[in-house]
T-cell receptor, first 114, second 114 residues
Framework: DVKVTQSSRYLVKRTGEKVFLECVQD?????MFWYRQDPGLGLRLIYF???????EKGDIPEGYSVSREKKERFSLILESASTNQTSMYLC?????????????FGSGTQLSVL | KQEVTQIPAALSVPEGENLVLNCSFT??????LQWFRQDPGKGLTSLLL?????REQTSGRLNASLDKSSGRSTLYIAASQPGDSATYLC?????????????FGQGTTLQVKP
């Protein structure tokens, strides 16, 4: 089974801090994604990457950056955390397989910015 | 612009009932459709994926159907159990991962009462 591991289950940070959220997948997937999930807004794509060192903006990239130095690891960076970035962050990965492509998610990181 | 809608937003049924969750999308030109389950405070677990050329997929007590022409998918759960209580999300892919993203519905929160 595919395993997508997010480094922290819960995280509490202060406004202005630099925050790193880490995600690792063990199935050699080329595609990786970062979503945030908020009540009433559903899942929104922040950034995705389809190859090492490649990144593409999603729907809400402002205030975030990403890093993909190795194929298995995709990091989300909050350069200067703000209270409106309090959210559930979900990492996902997939293998490009045409119409059979399936997305696998990690367990999520609940981030609170105080 | 593709939009995905799930109705109802919440559903409560007694244990043992068969039930249907609905998902509709506005653009029939989809690549595939995926159903997920999410337990409170957790990540998403993939349940079923239906490719654009398929009409349905089955896994245990779950059956998902796809009617592209009408822009609809249904998730049928047979003989519901309290352990089925969760939020169910559908998502459509309109392009391959390296060029596009999944578009999620808001989800249906299911409660199965013992």
């Amino acid at each position: 089974d595919v395993k997508v591991t997010q480094s922290s289950r819960y995280l509490v940070k202060r406004t202005g801090e630099k925050v790193f959220l880490e995600c690792v997948q063990d199935m050699d997937h080329e595609n990786m994604f970062w979503y945030r999930q908020d009540p009433g807004l559903g899942l929104r794509l922040i950034y995705f990457s389809y190859d090492v060192k490649m990144k593409e903006k999603g729907d809400i990239p402002e205030g975030y950056s990403v890093s993909r130095e190795k194929k298995e690891r995709f990091s989300l960076i909050l350069e200067s955390a703000s209270t409106n970035q309090t959210s559930m962050y979900l990492c996902a990965s997939s293998l490009t397989q045409g119409t059979n492509e399936k997305l696998f998610f990690g367990s999520g990181t609940q981030l609170s910015v105080l | 612009k593709q939009e995905v809608t799930q109705i109802p937003a919440a559903l409560s049924v007694p244990e043992g009932e068969n039930l249907v969750l609905n998902c509709s999308f506005t653009d029939s030109a989809i690549y595939n459709l995926q159903w997920f389950r999410q337990d409170p405070g957790k990540g998403l677990t993939s349940l079923l994926l239906i490719q654009s050329s398929q009409r349905e997929q089955t896994s245990g007590r779950l059956n998902a159907s796809l009617d592209k022409s009408s822009g609809r998918s249904t998730l049928y759960i047979a003989a519901s159990q309290p352990g089925d209580s969760a939020t169910y999300l559908c998502a459509v892919r309109v392009k391959p991962s390296n060029t596009g993203k999944l578009i999620f519905g808001q989800g249906t929160t299911l409660q199965v009462k013992p």
